[in-house]
């Protein structure tokens, strides 16, 4: 199961708070969890995380935004972090942008939902579930049934990639407090 579908919608904050009772009741909560997460410019969609539990690597295969994607994880200390961006740069890497977001985390019906606000991006409704490679249309399938049950349209790819590359280019002003 190294499939992970996802879909997701950017919402307002006041829908945003909505949702965080939706599912303070009607789900179970995972955590609530501070992260750093840097995306360095390498080929593949490789980033390291540090959040309230652990730091880890991760690469997603694909492309950004896409629906179902291979992703491989690896968890460390949580005070290891600056050492694996120590060690990206040194075999060449460089950081291409950096994301702050609070996250809450839910179990709903058999799917993670989470509930994130990125400084300087905005606020996200993600659902998510692994999946296998020959389930993981079926998962899709389910995930926009959920999403259509709260009300919620998906936002299309080509929003999230226009916001994605305004971030890309001004995430230093965006993230100032």
Request: proline share 1%.
């Amino acid at each position: 199961m190294a499939i992970e579908v996802e879909i997701r919608s950017f919402v307002s904050q006041e829908k945003f708070n909505e949702l965080l009772d939706f599912f303070g009741t009607q789900g179970k909560k995972v955590s609530e969890d501070s992260q750093e997460t840097h995306y360095f410019d390498s080929k593949e969609d490789l980033r390291i995380q540090k959040n309230n539990f652990y730091s880890k690597i991760w690469m997603k295969k694909g492309q950004l935004h896409d629906d179902q994607r291979e992703e491989i994880e690896l968890k460390v200390e949580k005070n290891d972090f600056e050492k694996l961006g120590t060690i990206f740069e040194a075999a060449g890497l460089n950081v291409q942008i950096k994301w702050f977001r609070t996250r809450h985390t839910f179990e709903w019906e058999g799917i993670t939902v989470m509930l994130d606000h990125t400084r300087g991006y905005g606020h996200i409704l993600e659902l998510e579930k692994m999946s296998d490679e020959a389930q993981k249309d079926e998962t899709l399938a389910l995930l926009k049934s959920k999403m259509e049950s709260l009300g919620i349209a998906q936002t299309p790819k080509e929003v999230f990639s226009e916001k994605y590359n305004h971030y890309k280019i001004n995430w230093r002003e965006l993230v100032k407090e």
